[in-house]
Structures are given as C-alpha cells and as structure tokens.
C-alpha cells in the first residue's frame, strides 16, 4: 500500500511569512500533483511534477519532486491571506497498469491571517 | 458543461436505504474517478474507469459499494442498505485519460455528494 505523508497537519501563519509543506513517502511515484481546496469546492490541481530533482515554480508557489520521485515540498513566499485553504498532494501510481489511481496525503490546512 | 458535475449535491437517507450517486464528466475525458472525501482530509480512492472498463476498483470499501459506466460517460457509484459510516463526501473526478506520468492524468473535480445516513 502506498502511503503519502503529509506535515504539517495545520499552518496558521502571519501575511507575508513564507512556508513549506512537506509530502514524503517510502514508495516511489511515477509523478505528484500539488491541489488546493477551498471550503465547499473540489481539489483544484496546482502543478504536476513529474521528473526526480524537477522544480516548477507558479508565482509565489515552488514545487519540488524529490530525486528518488518518493518526496516532495511545496513552499510559499509572502503569503497571502486569499492562500488559505486545503493544501494536498497526490502520487500516481508507479508500476503495474493502475495509473489512474491517485494517493493522496491527509492534507495541510493553512490559514494566513491578514 | 464546461466542468464536472454531481448530483444530488445532498443526499440524506435513512441507514439500510439504497443511494445512488451520480457523475458527469468533462465532455472528452477518458478516465472518471470516484472518491471519498472526510472534512479536512485528502481524497480517499474507490475506483476508476477508462471508457466503460472497470480499471481499478480496489479501494471500495466493500461490496455494498459498486460502480458503473455503462456508456462511457456518465457514471453511478451506488451503496447498498447504507451504514452510518458510509456518511461522508463522495467526489468524483475526470481526466483526459489515466497515463503513467504526464499530464493527461490530470483530475479535474466535481462539487461532491454530501451523503448522511442517519
């Protein structure tokens, strides 16, 4: 079974400090997604990363896969308060024929107070 | 429509009932996914389907749960004579098509079926 472990559990953090969500896994992932989740909506995909070592960067938002394809961060600069929500990443399944199949971790609640 | 749509977006019923859920995915989307969703929490898979084929149906949690796509569209997840426990977010997903690594896997989400068993 693969598992996605994700820290912190809750953020509450001052506009404009900066942050970082960890994602880590003993499995290897042919590739991760970041999404984000407001209150009553879906998950909304961030970025897909998809190479060991990649880096993609969305504006203040930076997004790293880790070598091994096991890990990953998302860290934020400046935070603002309309960055608050559900932060949560989601392997694909590496190997086998169920690519399909997404695991997510248990999600970062983050909460930028003005 | 332009995005992935649910209904009922509520459901409440009463334990031992029948439910149905339904999904429409993005008009083109291979791939449809269902899954469950406790507040504050990730995604929790059930299953998925390319085109009307079954891939994956290992994270249903038992065989009151089942799913199909009779057409290669629209999908059903229903759940027979409910348990309490099964109340939570059910959500559904699409994508162009379920790869290995790329883009194509990409989910897009519907609002969800809040389901309560009471």
């Known amino acids: 079974t693969q598992l996605l472990e994700q820290s912190p559990q809750f953020l509450s953090i001052q506009e404009g400090e900066n942050l970082t969500v960890y994602c880590n896994s003993s499995?290897?992932?042919?590739?991760l997604q970041w999404y984000r989740q407001e209150p009553g909506e879906g998950p909304v995909l961030l970025v897909t990363?998809?190479?060991?070592?990649e880096v993609k960067k969305l504006k203040r938002l930076t997004f790293q896969f880790g070598d091994a394809r096991k890990d990953s961060s998302l860290h934020i600069t400046a935070a603002q308060p309309g960055d608050t929500g559900l932060y949560l990443c989601a392997g694909a399944n590496a190997g086998g024929t169920s690519y399909g199949k997404l695991t997510f971790g248990q999600g970062t609640i983050l909460t930028v107070h003005p | 429509g332009a995005g992935v749509s649910q209904s009922p977006r509520y459901k409440v019923t009463k334990r031992g009932q029948d439910v149905a859920l339904r999904c429409d995915p993005i008009?083109?989307?291979?791939?449809l996914y269902w899954y469950r969703q406790a507040l504050g929490q990730g995604p929790e898979f059930l299953t998925y389907f390319n085109y009307e084929a079954q891939q994956d149906k290992s994270g249903l949690p038992n065989d009151r749960f089942s799913a199909e796509r009779p057409e290669g569209s629209i999908s059903t997840l229903t759940i027979q004579r409910t348990e309490q426990r099964d109340s939570a977010m059910y959500r559904c997903?699409?994508?162009?098509?379920?790869?290995?690594?790329?883009?194509?896997?990409?989910?897009?989400f519907g609002p969800g079926t809040r389901l309560t068993v009471l």
């Open positions: 499995s290897v992932f042919s590739s």
């Open positions: 990363v998809v190479t060991g070592g």
């Open positions: 008009s083109g989307h291979v791939s």
């Open positions: 997903a699409s994508s162009l098509e379920a790869e290995q690594t790329g883009v194509r896997n990409e989910q897009f």
